[in-house]
């Protein structure tokens, strides 16, 4: 089965700082990756993906995400760590096993980000 | 361009009833996806639909069901509701039934009583 897995449930930096936000997956076949954030009451919003290429992504807002196959990992960071980058972070990975665009998440990480 | 838009934004129920989300996705977006998420969780994926036609279902039961109109808005209906059904209900559109970028709508905040 495909999944993927958030290991933190919180996450705290402080403003400047570099932030991290770990994701694993599991998944058959090459994995089409996805970030997304979530402010409080409001939807998701879509950060950055990983399709094929470089193992490095850019998104948007600062964030970037390395991909990792021997690792089967997909970690969110930013080099400088924003109060207002304080939201709750989702990874999601395109379930191959049918011809949809059917995401599977992770359970989210809360990330904090102290003035 | 306006994004997804859902309504309503807020609702509540008693168990026993009837409920009707509805999401009209991006213009130009044919294809809209429903998810749950329940309060702490990551969404769950409920429905695609694409051209009008159900493209994939969730590990849902038979009280939920959705339908996508000729101008591509969608609707869901939950039956007989439970108190288990109170979540937040995600609406996505995208351009194509396998197109990697999906736009979320807010959402509608279901609470059964």
């Known amino acids: 089965a495909q999944s993927v897995a958030q290991p933190e449930d919180q996450v705290n930096v402080a403003e400047g700082n570099p932030l991290t936000v770990k994701c694993t997956y599991s998944?058959?076949?090459?994995?089409?990756l996805f970030w997304y954030v979530q402010y409080p009451n409001r939807g998701l919003q879509f950060l950055l993906k990983?399709?094929?290429?470089?193992?490095l992504v850019k998104g948007s807002y600062g964030f970037e995400a390395e991909f990792n196959k021997s690792q089967t990992s997909f970690h969110l960071k930013k080099p400088s760590a924003l109060v207002s980058d304080s939201a709750l972070y989702f990874c999601a990975v395109r379930d191959r096993s049918g011809n949809t665009g059917k995401l599977i998440f992770g359970q989210g990480t809360t990330l904090q980000v102290k003035p | 361009d306006a994004g997804v838009t859902q309504s309503p934004t807020h609702l509540i129920k008693t168990r026993g009833q009837h409920v009707t989300l509805r999401c009209s996705p991006i213009s130009g977006h044919k294809s809209v996806s429903w998810y749950q998420q329940v309060l702490g969780q990551g969404p769950q994926f409920i429905f695609q639909?694409?051209?009008?036609?159900?493209?994939g279902r969730g590990n849902f039961p038979d009280r939920f069901s959705a339908r996508q109109f000729p101008n591509y808005s969608s609707e869901l209906n939950v039956n007989a509701l439970l108190l288990g059904d109170s979540a937040l209900y995600l609406c996505?559109?995208?351009?194509?039934?396998?197109?990697?970028?999906?736009?979320f709508g807010p959402g509608t905040r279901l609470t059964v009583t």
């Open positions: 998944v058959s076949g090459n994995p089409y």
């Open positions: 996505a559109s995208s351009l194509g039934q396998v197109a990697y970028e999906q736009y």
């Open positions: 639909y694409y051209e009008k036609e159900e493209r």
């Open positions: 990983y399709i094929t290429g470089d193992n």
